[in-house]
């Protein structure tokens, strides 16, 4: 549920988000569109020989997970979507997909983590997020990367926040598509709901800022991070992404 306040306080909300109809609803903002070319762009980045092994976390219905596995990487997709599962098991019969939470991966050693399309920041807590970090760090070989694409706090607040308002709420529609978001930048909670016809479901993020993600990933056992603006290595920029690249 959300509370009046506009803070969605359901434990389970990611896993109702993430249903049979997320696939349709974000096809419809065009947030798939740049898949192949960012797995070109991922596999460049990485430059590992074939046959290595990558963790990608949360793997949702495989869109990533996919492709990397028919380049001949060992691939493990995890999620706590059921939903999401089943269907990446139905599209990518080869990869492994595991059922469960980001906290608690797969034994590795993996060769490679990613984490992609601002899927940090999902649980109650923020110690909680960091426990996600820490238990990646762990199941990563010497010398392993971790790749991070995240909308941070900085971006957020260069495309939404108007001067030095604490509350900042926002409108989108794509045809039958409406989302309102809610900004909250004392507590940098982010709370958006999306409806259209037969389908309507709420999401929540915690926001970090650059500064607070570089602390906390060298807190997690990472001992070189880089920050760039896509995943080619431009500069970053407010008005974009962020890629973030860690090195055990």
């Not at 570089?214 to 431009?234: K, L, M, W």
């Amino acid at each position: 549920m959300m509370t009046t306040s506009g803070h969605i306080t359901r434990e389970n909300w990611a896993e109702e988000f993430f249903d049979e109809g997320f696939r349709e609803t974000f096809a419809i903002l065009g947030r798939f569109d740049d898949t192949e070319s960012d797995i070109e762009a991922i596999v460049n980045l990485l430059r590992l020989p074939l046959g290595a092994r990558i963790l990608d976390v949360p793997c949702g219905f495989g869109r990533h997970a996919g492709p990397l596995s028919r380049r001949g990487y060992r691939i493990v997709g995890i999620d706590n979507s059921p939903k999401q599962l089943d269907d990446a098991r139905r599209r990518y019969p080869d990869c492994t997909f595991v059922l469960t939470d980001m906290r608690t991966p797969p034994a590795g050693p993996y060769d490679a983590i990613l984490n992609l399309w601002t899927s940090f920041g999902f649980f109650d807590t923020r110690e909680e997020d960091l426990a996600a970090l820490a238990a990646w760090a762990d199941v990563l070989v010497p010398g392993g990367k971790l790749i991070m694409e995240i909308d941070t706090l900085e971006y957020f607040e260069h495309r939404v926040r108007n001067g030095s308002e604490l509350i900042s709420t926002q409108l989108v529609q794509r045809s039958d598509l409406v989302g309102h978001a809610r900004y909250d930048w004392t507590t940098q909670e982010f709370n958006v709901h999306w409806t259209r016809p037969g389908w309507s479901r709420q999401g929540r993020l915690h926001m970090y800022s650059r500064p607070q993600l570089e602390t906390a990933i060298y807190e997690a056992g990472f001992g070189h991070v880089a920050f760039a603006g896509d995943f080619h290595g431009r500069p970053v920029d407010p008005d974009s992404r962020t890629v973030i690249v860690a090195t055990k």
